[in-house]
């Protein structure tokens, strides 16, 4: 459902499909606190805050970026085509129709006419190519006409090409859109009435531009100048009521997490950290991609195209005096000291490359430096807690002491209790550095005093950021290619993974959901498989599943759901032999599920902690790290989750000590093998079976998430051949 291949297209997209559902997975684990806590205001308040927050990041933040790609590529179409500027700013040919430009604009005109004939009369579902070829040759020559005409009529063929870009964008907008409104409803209605927004706001600044008298031929270079302008305060309106909203969450959390004690307080606790985590995460991605694509673009084009080539830096004029909304080249060399370019022309210093520059090193602050350290020192501690595991994934040892095994099972677990500090320091990076930084920026552009010290940091981290951005934007410029196609070639399989549990947790698209259409797959072959017989007529006897990570959630998610569907009296029929009829039987063909890195309790209990509350009611670490305790004990305590529950007559687990997906379902911190001295329990030794009635769990050893299926792992066969035998 979620294969990549080597597309880098699709690798891209779907990463930034990710980075977007990401925050939208910590609004629904509080969402999914609704079933407990629908009654107290206070929680459906910060549901409230957080879906704000996750709004924000989702549809206007992106949105409003693709509309500042929209309005920049118009002018960079207009410039490739008209040539280039000389240094004083003054065109060496008639960039306003020239050949390149008038020919575009007819090419143009003919696109838009084949276009449209499309739209409003579609060919027949088997078109002959002699009665249908006329349709588009009569469009195209119209089309063509038109352009002419327009051209003729206007008098300036690079007027006519800019509103054509800005339909045929619109065209592509909206089939964007129309994708994007099925994991977001919503989005497109908004995006249209935004692109129509921006669309009338570039018409303004081009009435501006030929009424202002500026340099003749660079209007609308101008004019996309100073729509761009515009669209940087709205995106940062958009950015201030995320970080708002963002803030007012995490305050709101800690009160209602306070408002509970003992289990309660341990799943609020739980759902509050998914979801603070979940959106710094995703902001941070964001805010990571929108620098790297602004970077690039802003090297690129200072380096190739040579868009606003010597412009000098201009104030879109209804908006002059407005310097507390705006950020104007007085505020900022107050704020820099110096104009950040690299290419200064000829009788112009404040160059709008220049400026551009300055905008995304004040829409980044001066912060960039130390929210990156910390979010490189956040990375750290989840690498440091994977180190062992890693190293076991290349190869897991075919023997093992029990001491062994032991150490990075606690090593692990000390790692997955980190992830609360992980959260912490994250989120401040994104939401507390940077607006700490931005209030300080702010000042210094206004040269409203400060504390020396503060001031110092400020200017410390200003000079460490810029080069940052410079260096990034540079890079990615000389080598897009080369880390375009890397990326989707050597990065395509962990992106899989992710992608894979992601599309597994998606609720949308409502009409094809990816885990409606696993469960479709899954309830098919159970139907074939109970109404199968052999040449004698005889049904199976028994049914083993044998389940490995995200395919032991699967299992996990599916049997419970078929099995409270016959307790409520809307089982299936063709599931009757399973004990999964209409109404609730004993079964004819008993289940016995076998699961491997099981990551139900490890993380979709801990991450999730309402929807998976019949795992455990108290999620790991919600409150405080978990205790170990004697073996046996521990089997005794937890008896849940329960085999009963997914209407299945056996349910064995497996697991690696070292296992970063999934370890174990009932026990608490035991990743011994056998009960035996620490420096034995290698196989062929018998292994600690931990059993009761329904239920097995075992502790196969040092290992990480793979190697279940080789040599390796002979206690995996040896359990799997007990199961059928015992069949």
């Not at 440091?384 to 029990?402: D, F, G, H, I, Y």
């Not at 790290?625 to 529950?645: C, F, G, I, M, Y």
């Amino acid at each position: 459902l979620s294969t990549l291949g080597k597309d880098p297209f699709r690798f891209f997209s779907s990463m930034y499909q990710l980075v977007l559902h990401l925050s939208e997975l910590g609004r629904r684990a509080l969402e999914d606190g609704l079933t407990e806590f629908s009654n107290y205001r206070r929680w459906r308040w910060l549901l409230w805050c957080q879906a704000v927050s996750v709004r924000q990041l989702a549809v206007p933040i992106p949105i409003i970026n693709l509309l500042l790609l929209v309005t920049l590529l118009g002018a960079v179409l207009v410039r490739v085509l008209g040539g280039s500027i000389g240094d004083e700013g003054s065109p060496s040919v008639d960039i306003a129709n020239n050949q390149g430009v008038r020919v575009a604009a007819v090419l143009a005109a003919v696109v838009i006419a084949i276009g449209a004939m499309y739209a409003f009369a579609a060919p027949p579902s088997r078109p002959r190519v002699r009665d249908w070829w006329p349709l588009p040759a009569l469009a195209a020559l119209a089309g063509a006409a038109l352009g002419i005409a327009g051209i003729r009529i206007v008098g300036r063929a690079d007027i006519v090409l800019i509103a054509e870009w800005w339909l045929i964008a619109f065209a592509l907008t909206e089939m964007i859109l129309r994708k994007y409104d099925k994991v977001r409803p919503g989005a497109r209605k908004f995006g249209l009435a935004m692109f129509v927004a921006a669309a009338l706001l570039f018409a303004w600044t081009m009435a501006e531009a030929f009424s202002s008298g500026g340099p003749a031929t660079r209007e609308i270079e101008y004019a996309v100048f100073w729509a761009m302008q515009i669209l940087f305060i709205v995106l940062s309106v958009m950015w201030v009521l995320l970080i708002a909203s963002a803030v007012v969450a995490w305050i709101s959390g800690s009160a209602v997490v306070r408002s509970f004690s003992g289990a309660e307080q341990a799943r609020a606790s739980a759902a509050v950290r998914t979801s603070r985590l979940s959106l710094a995460l995703s902001a941070s991605a964001m805010l990571a991609l929108i620098v790297i694509v602004w970077s690039a673009l802003l090297a690129w084009g200072l380096s190739s195209v040579n868009v606003f080539e010597c412009m000098r830096v201009e104030m879109f004029p209804p908006l002059a005096g407005a310097d507390w909304m705006i950020a104007t080249p007085e505020s900022l060399l107050r704020w820099l000291g110096d104009w950040p370019d690299t290419r200064p022309c000829l009788g112009v210093t404040e160059t709008v490359h220049g400026y551009f520059r300055a905008v995304l090193l004040m829409s980044t602050t001066s912060g960039l430096p130390l929210t990156l350290l910390l979010v490189m020192f956040s990375l750290l501690l989840l690498v440091w807690m994977a180190v062992p595991s890693v190293r076991l994934e290349s190869e897991a040892p075919s023997t093992c002491t029990n001491e062994q095994s032991e150490r990075v099972g606690l090593w692990l677990s000390r790692g997955l209790d980190a992830t609360r500090i992980v959260t912490v320091v994250w989120w401040a990076a994104v939401f507390v550095v940077l607006v700490v930084f931005a209030a300080g920026d702010n000042a210094a552009r206004h040269g409203w005093p400060q504390y020396p010290v503060l001031a110092w940091l400020f200017e410390t981290s200003r000079e460490l950021a810029l080069p940052i951005l410079q260096t990034t934007g540079s890079v990615i410029a000389a080598s897009a290619a080369a880390l375009f196609f890397g990326m989707a070639k050597f990065g395509g399989s962990g992106l899989d993974v992710m992608l894979d549990v992601d599309n597994y947790l998606r609720e949308l698209p409502r009409d094809g959901t990816p885990r409606a259409h696993i469960a479709e797959r899954y309830v098919s072959l159970l139907r074939a498989i109970a109404s199968d017989r052999s040449s004698d007529g005889r049904p199976y006897d028994s049914v083993i599943i044998v389940a490995h990570s995200l395919g032991a959630l699967i299992s996990a998610d599916l049997l419970r759901y078929l099995n409270s569907e016959s307790e409520a009296g809307r089982g299936d029929p063709a599931l009757a032999a399973f004990g999964f009829g209409e109404r609730k039987a004993t079964a004819t063909i008993p289940i016995r599920l076998f699961t491997m890195g099981n990551p139900i309790r490890q993380l979709l209990n801990r991450f999730f902690p309402h929807q998976y509350v019949w795992v455990r009611a108290v999620p790991d670490n919600a409150l405080e790290p978990v205790p170990p305790l004697p073996p046996d004990e521990a089997w005794r305590v937890n008896l849940t989750p329960s085999h009963v529950a997914l209407g299945v007559e056996q349910w064995s687990n497996a697991y690696r000590s070292g296992d970063y997906v999934g370890r174990g379902l009932w026990q608490d911190e035991w990743f011994r093998r056998t009960e035996s001295a620490p420096d034995a329990g290698a196989y062929p030794e018998p292994i600690k079976v931990f059993s009761r009635a329904g239920a097995e769990e075992m502790c196969i050893g040092l290992g990480a998430h793979t190697h279940y299926w080789n040599e390796t792992a002979p206690d995996v066969r040896d359990h799997l051949n007990g199961l059928i035998a015992s069949a």
